[in-house]
């Protein structure tokens, strides 16, 4: 090793030492995440889409009822990130969203970011030529009623530009006690394998 690089060009090559070094670096990065995660949520800000406001100020609006509606830190941190994926993944944005999420939440809260986009189709896919009971292929699972929850309680109500909407700096103290538990620890709860 040189420093503060691997010398391997082929994973299969890497020593114990180097890989070593890797993981230090790995750590250090993944020290910064809530930051990057914070700054993209930021992108979402700007231009409404033909809303009345932007996807930013929806997924604040989305967090500011959970809170208020007493919801758990780790689904009022989801309720604030459920739209995250909007700009990068468009078509499966609910997927993009949950994958930040699921290292760190619970099974339960890691459903419901991932089906959200399929729940909250209810309120508008059958304006739009599809079917608004897609979500019908979930009926009897657990999550069912908890994800058709979060989409009528939070995220279907949250475009209202005279809302009381709570700053970003209320909900970033919780975001950043959410990504400092340990990926996938005890905080997980049930066997994700279940689901």
């Not at 790995?26 to 995440?33: A, D, L, P, V």
């Not at 995660?37 to 009822?65: C, M, N, W």
Request: proline letters at 5%.
């Amino acid at each position: 090793m040189d420093g503060d690089t691997i010398q391997f060009t082929r994973m299969e090559d890497g020593t114990r030492e180097e890989y070593q070094l890797l993981d230090r670096h790995y750590r250090r990065h993944s020290s910064g995440f809530p930051d990057r995660v914070l700054e993209h949520l930021k992108l979402l800000a700007g231009d409404p889409i033909g809303y009345k406001i932007d996807r930013f100020q929806h997924s604040l609006q989305t967090a500011s009822r959970a809170f208020r509606d007493g919801a758990a830190e780790e689904m009022v941190v989801a309720a604030l990130l459920h739209d995250i994926g909007d700009t990068l993944a468009p078509e499966n944005h609910s997927d993009l969203a949950a994958s930040i999420l699921q290292p760190y939440v619970s099974a339960a809260t890691h459903w419901i970011v991932k089906h959200h986009g399929v729940f909250q189709g209810y309120y508008y896919f059958h304006h739009m030529g599809g079917d608004r009971n897609a979500r019908d292929r979930f009926r009897g699972h657990p999550m069912f009623e908890p994800t058709a929850e979060f989409c009528a309680r939070w995220d279907q109500s949250s475009f209202d530009p005279d809302y009381d909407t709570m700053p970003l700096s209320a909900f970033e103290p919780a975001l950043r006690r959410i990504f400092a538990r340990a990926p996938f620890g005890e905080h997980v709860g049930e066997a994700r394998a279940s689901w």
